[in-house]
């Protein structure tokens, strides 16, 4: 039994501590005794879809964004017949943005992805600061840190949870990132998922299940993380 970890642009999409994401996910399957092969993407290679379990694309300044996703729009076919297939994808922050219908800001307009219905449109007050979040992905909460100045509006999609603190996606439906398919999307950073290993292990559990059909996940000993978790909980979410 083995995952593949495509990382996606490590060099542009670098921002608020990404590669501890990437090292959440390692550690947690290294821990358990599961295979692990992290395989990071530079711009002009092909990415090998087929061979992903997992597809991370992380953060990015707004100067970095229009060239991201000049690259990425050279695979959105293969990416949007991943995600149709049920591959695990987190994005995060600007990472997110990309996976919509497009980014507007001021008079510029970015083509997204198009690989799940939403889109962006910067203004506004910049939302920034600690957020807890209410999942229903799990019975503990998923906190993070938001810097954003845009606005996320995803549709009919889900939301990855309601906002017990903090901005979310526009500051005005309450919602925080999203869950379509396989995938999720969220501006939390910090990086997200040292703090909260019951989202990892569930992306975890997506991959696993996509590739081998079952999941089968050890538990672990997670009371430094769940005690970073309280932390954020108990100072931000009013309980």
Known sequence: MKLTIGHIYPNLLNLYGDKGNITTFEKRLSWREIKYETVQYSPG??????????????A????RQHTVCGLLQKQKSNLKEYIKNGGAVLAIDGGYQLLGHYYKTGESLIEGLAAVDMFTESGGKRAVGDSVIKSYLSDRVIVGFENHISQTYIGDNKPLGQTISGNGNNGK???????????????????????????CDYILKCALEQRF?????????????????????????GF
């Open 45 to 58: 290679d092909t990415i090998e879809f087929s061979k992903i379990d997992i597809l991370y694309i992380g």
């Open 60 to 63: 990015c300044s707004g100067s």
């Open 173 to 199: 439906d309450c919602g925080e990132g999203v869950v379509y398919k396989n995938v999720i999307g969220t501006y939390l950073h910090g990086p997200l998922l040292p703090k909260n290993p019951h989202l």
């Open 213 to 237: 059909g079952s999941a089968l996940l050890e538990p672990l000993d997670d009371s430094a993380e769940l005690a970073a978790n309280a932390y954020i909980m108990q100072k931000y979410g």
